[in-house]
């Protein structure tokens, strides 16, 4: 049992436990207070009277430092003392008299103004900064009072000019005096506030859109000057974000200016801004510090220059020479390299300009390339619908001519010669002929259709085009060869389309074109190409010549097939085995069109499929391809297949007989040639082609001739398998034979049972049991000996 003290007794032991435990307390804290202090880098004084935090008591971090808490009270202080001043000036204004106005307005801003002196003497830079901004504010709040007081008669946005103008100075002088120099506010304020006097002074005066325009470009013009003479970040940063905006905005409307032009002098005029701000972006170019941005400012200065003279002649002279009149001038800009003064970045981004130019014009150009390429497209819902009457007539068929399609020939010309002699750098030289060279073709391509030459006649130029193209395919370079060889088949392409308006005209291109590919597949390394093209070109020349002849497809399919027979020959004399691969797929495909053009008449199909599969047995004969016998086979047997459809022949044996001759007969052979071959893959496929669906018929088949016929056979195949050892014609033999006798027996089965009493069955059942049941284990042995038979055999 417990024994609890009196309610007083307890309490007094209570208090002096409580005592004991704050002088060890204490005691421990004075400790740690002496370890923290001992541990106190050399240098920092110790501070013993210090009292120690346990960490518990650490203060949080604060969220936000005590600079940007500073910055945040100043700029809203100064934005509600400028909202306050705003109100005191657009609302109080009336009550006070003129007197009371100016000493009010007048007496704050000084003080305003003056305020950040001893501010900045006491190093309250950020409070300075704040006080300043309230007193540029109150300056503006003082000129818009001043022109409702006293000049409320002028005009307003004369007024706004002038004080914009009268601000900017005044407030520069305010950043440069000795005392507020240390101020970041003022400078960059005053040329913010001289982004508009210029503008505004245009307005007020109702100046043209020309004297606007070019206000906004001296304004940035100023601002680029300002932005390379002066060294201080916030200036420099205004001015580039105000030569960049003012200048864009200048540039617009100088370029809609040229574009809009109604005759020389208006477009003179726009070029002459234009040329304006082609020259201050070189002057900012030709000195900027930054290599790439003198390359952007002078690739800008580029293509102004040619926007300007561009458009002075483009006034002048027919809308289809805009383009090579702009074209001529970015040309010109390649003379940059010979002017050894400009710096190299300019240099660079003058060349860069020309290139854009160039580059601008072939992208006009490229649509008339498209129509004479893909326009002969139309012909395809039209064939042989009668020659057109020029050679422009046969490409724009359902597309429209483009306009001012006069000068693309040109305009491609110019640029080709440019990349052909003016790239002398070794790395993109190559490049730059290649190039030439499509823009060449491009040119001479569209010509036929620009000059609107005869219909035949633009055949020709197409297909001397087509011959050009392959002969600079043949080129020992890569590149130069796959681009040689794109352009000849996008041009023999366009050639065949072209020719469909007319029978004659597609006969004689695909006749040339057959012979050009077929030429130029020896000997030149284009075989893996030209040689498939063609094949392809031959298969249409006779599909094209049946079609002429009047003959069925069916009929047609027999002229296909000579194309097939010409690529196994091609196949065998040549070289090289891409050549040869692209030449027999090619075949092949050809070979499937003959079929297809074949299966309405059953009796040509089966001579197609067969002449199919004498090509193919000819190439299996070839070294490396005696797979394709299979498919010779296949193919031969099609053709019996059809052949005996189209002579209503329905016995199955007629169809399956030729497919397990000739099998068996492989099978023979190969057991010869490898003796260890087993039965299964000699003879398996062979027998089960007739067995299987001789069966199936002989089990639907009243009569007894073809199951008499059917057993006999699977007879002779299963002693044959038996006398040589050979488990595929013993099994297959003996099931068809067991499984034919049990047809031809069933009925007499179904009869005895039928006489037998009931019991009759069970009781047989029963018998038989007990007779396996005595001779089990034997009946087992004879099981496991026809096991090992069968295994020995092959």
Sequence with gaps: MTHLPPPAEELRLLDAELRQLDARRAQLLTRRAWLIAALQPTGQPSRPWTHPRTPSATPPRPETAAPSVQKVLLVLGGVLLTLAAAVFTLVSWGHMGITGR???????????????????????????????????????????????????????????????????????????????????????????AAQFPLLLWALAVDAGPYVITAALLVTAGLDAVVALRVTTASVRITAVVGAYAVGGWGVLGAGWL????????????????????????????????????????????????????????????????????????????????????????????????????????????????????????????????????????????????????????????????VLALAVRAERWRPRARLGALGLLWGAVLILPAVFAIPYGAGLAVLGVVTAAALYAGRATASEARCTGLVLALVTALGLVLASLASQTATLAVLSGLTALLTAFSWRTGLAPFTAPAALVHAAALASATGAAADWPPARTALLVLAVPAAGALLAARLVEARAVVAVEITAAVTGLLAVGLAVTDQPLLALVLALCGVIAAGTALRPGRRPVGYAAA????????????????????????????PALLVGVLRRRRDPRTSSWTAYGAGLTATLLPSLVAAWGDPHWTRPLLLGTAALLVTLLGARHHLKAPLVLGGSVLALVTLHELAPYVVQVTGALPRWAPPALAGLLLLALGATYEQRIQDVRRVRDVLGRMR
């Design 258 to 417: 040229s574009v809009t032009a109604g005759g020389v002098g208006a477009a003179t005029r726009a070029g002459a801004l234009l040329l304006l701000a082609a020259g201050i972006a070189l002057g900012a170019a030709w000195r900027v510090p930054g290599v790439r941005h003198a390359l952007g400012l002078a690739i800008a200065s580029g293509l102004l220059t040619v926007a300007a003279l561009g458009g002075v002649v483009r006034s002048g002279v027919p809308s289809e020479w805009a383009v090579p009149a702009h074209l001529v001038f970015g040309v010109a800009l390649l003379a940059a390299v010979w002017v050894s003064r400009l710096p190299d970045a300019v240099r660079r981004g003058l060349l860069w300009a020309s290139g854009a130019v160039q580059a601008l014009s072939v992208l006009w150009a490229l649509p008339v390339v498209a129509v004479v390429v893909l326009g002969p497209a139309g012909w395809l819902g039209r064939v042989w619908g009668g020659a057109p009457s020029d050679a422009r007539a046969a490409v724009a068929v359902e597309t429209p001519w483009p306009p001012d399609a006069a000068t693309a020939p040109l305009v491609l010309l110019v640029v080709a010669a």
């Design 102 to 192: 100016a000493l009010v307005l007048g007496a704050v801003t000084l003080a305003a103004l003056a305020a950040p002196v001893p501010l900045l003497r006491r190093g309250l830079r950020s409070t300075a900064e704040s006080v300043a901004g309230l007193g540029l504010a109150l300056t503006v709040l003082d000129a818009y009072a001043l022109h409702a007081a006293a000049l409320a008669g002028t005009d307003g946005t004369g007024y706004a000019a002038a004080a914009a103008a009268v601000l900017a100075v005044a407030w520069s002088a305010y950043g440069l005096l000795p005392a507020t120099a240390a101020l970041r506010l003022p400078l960059p304020t005053a040329l913010a």
């Design 634 to 661: 296949a193919l031969f047997v099609l053709a019996t297949w059809v052949r005996l459809a189209a002579w209503d022949v329905s016995t199955p044996e007629a169809y399956t007989l030729p497919v397990t001759v």
